[in-house]
């Protein structure tokens, strides 16, 4: 019986995470689904540019409000859960504050996390009250509704609730050490959960011992069920945007990824020097299918972005098509992708490991031709993004899909491309006309 409390909390660990394990590895295998590429350029670039992005939080303070609230929660979140190790340890041998022999060191992390702690609670107020009661536009666009809105405030919640588990378990722990209670051995200092004790005063030792276990208790279960919460949620960022941040685009904004195969045709058209046996060599990289009309079309980038997009709204609060009443969102776009991903991820799940083709696809069930064609192509969408996510890159892959594969590009569009063919311009002019204009002057 003695060791029953550590057998329980060796059995919540594992199932935690052993549960946590196995959405990983789905998390893996759906991400590989997509087309797998070699991210080009320097590595020691891409290192720089995680560090900068996604642990300096360098595109967050752009919107400097919410980068300071958002960095308090993050850092508050991460240093905090530091003494989970010492939950574990204390958990798992039955020990209380283990590290309690740090001496004043240990005062001070104790301090510090208590600190860290209130202006945690502070912040999530403060993201709670944008959210929910100034309603910043960002959040109540329409693909916010749902789920996502729920989303969002259902991880407040828990972060809410976790600080005050956290010091409320610090107050009776407080108190009990002034009662000198057994095995609460002197330790830690408690700025702010001192405060909270006071309303613990005339309690019974017994009382504050219950309360202080079950404080303990709840908050590791917490811990737990948050860590698994994560895969269901858009909070899987706080894991993902390291990768993200380190396979984020190198190249300059506006390059885009021409297919060998086109340039090839397009350079024998125009080219009158180009080398036809060449181009004959670059047939073999033909594509199986130009652009993507589903997830699986994707690359594991492209993937991997769904997924880590916290759906902020940055990017479609900064995108021209969405300012000017279009329908177009590019948080949509990724959220349509994930949403596909996760469909298709089911689907492979319940037909043993392969996928049985649904009759659904990302083009058309998810994302719409009104929504593709509206973009301008700026790059607003990407340059906004706090975590290196390309929206405009699904986008493109997607039209060309429509162009190569269906010929349904706008019709505008569609006549321009024809006179390129025919008359290596956008006008539809001869090439021998061209210089029409400057006799017509004269
Ligand atoms: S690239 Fe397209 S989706 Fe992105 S901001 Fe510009 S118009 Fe919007
Ligand atoms: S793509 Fe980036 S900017 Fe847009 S909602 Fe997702 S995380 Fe925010």
Redesign the pocket.
């Known amino acids: 019986m003695q060791y029953l409390p550590n057998v329980l909390f060796a059995i919540a660990l594992i199932l935690g995470i052993g549960y946590f394990s196995r959405n990983v590895k789905k998390l893996i295998r759906n991400i590989k689904l997509g087309k797998s590429i070699t991210v080009p350029g320097d590595k020691k670039q891409r290192w720089k540019n995680m560090a900068r992005i996604a642990l300096g939080q360098t595109k967050m303070v752009v919107r400097p409000i919410a980068g300071l609230m958002h960095i308090i929660v993050y850092v508050g979140f991460i240093i905090i859960n530091i003494e989970v190790l010492e939950i574990i340890i204390d958990g798992l041998f039955g020990t209380h504050r283990i590290f309690a022999f740090l001496g004043p060191v240990y005062d001070v992390l104790i301090g510090s996390f208590e600190v860290l702690a209130l202006l945690v609670v502070i912040a999530v107020v403060v993201f709670w009250l944008r959210r929910n009661i100034i309603k910043l536009q960002r959040f109540i666009k329409p693909e916010m509704k749902g789920w996502p809105q729920k989303d969002g405030n259902w991880i407040l919640y828990i972060e809410l609730i976790l600080m005050f588990l956290f010091l409320t378990m610090n107050a009776a722990d407080y108190k009990l050490q002034e009662l000198e209670a057994a095995y609460y051995v002197k330790a830690g200092a408690f700025p702010v959960s001192q405060w909270i004790a006071v309303l613990f005063d005339g309690m019974s030792q017994g009382t504050l011992i219950a309360l202080e276990r079950s404080a303990w208790w709840l908050h590791i279960l917490g811990i737990l069920f948050f860590l698994n919460y994560l895969y269901f949620s858009k909070h899987l960022h706080i894991i993902l945007a390291f990768p993200n941040t380190y396979y984020g685009k190198l190249e300059p904004q506006g390059e885009m990824n021409n297919l060998a195969a086109v340039t090839n045709e397009v350079k024998l058209m125009l080219d009158p020097n180009a080398d036809p046996f060449a181009a004959s060599e670059g047939d073999s990289d033909d594509p199986d299918k130009f652009g993507a009309s589903d997830v699986m079309d994707l690359s594991q980038v492209q993937l991997m972005n769904a997924y880590t ?8 609060s900064e995108c021209p098509a969405n300012q000017t009443g279009k329908k177009l969102s ?2 949509k776009i ?1 959220m349509d992708t994930r949403d596909r991903l996760e469909e298709v991820g089911r689907n492979i799940d319940a037909n043993k490991g392969a996928f049985v083709p649904d009759g659904k696809q990302l083009l058309d069930d998810y994302i719409s031709r009104e929504e593709l064609w509206a973009c301008t192509t700026c790059n607003a ?1 990407v340059q ?4 290196s ?1 390309d ?1 405009l890159s699904i986008i493109l892959d997607m039209r060309r899909f429509l162009v190569m594969e269906q010929s349904a590009a706008p019709s505008d569009l569609n006549n321009m491309m024809s006179n390129i063919e025919n008359n290596g311009a956008p006008w539809p002019f001869n090439q021998m006309d061209r210089l029409n204009w400057a006799q017509e002057s004269n």
């Open positions: 997009c916290t759906e902020c709204g940055r990017c479609t590019p948080r990724m969408c906004a993004c706090p975590v996510i929206p």
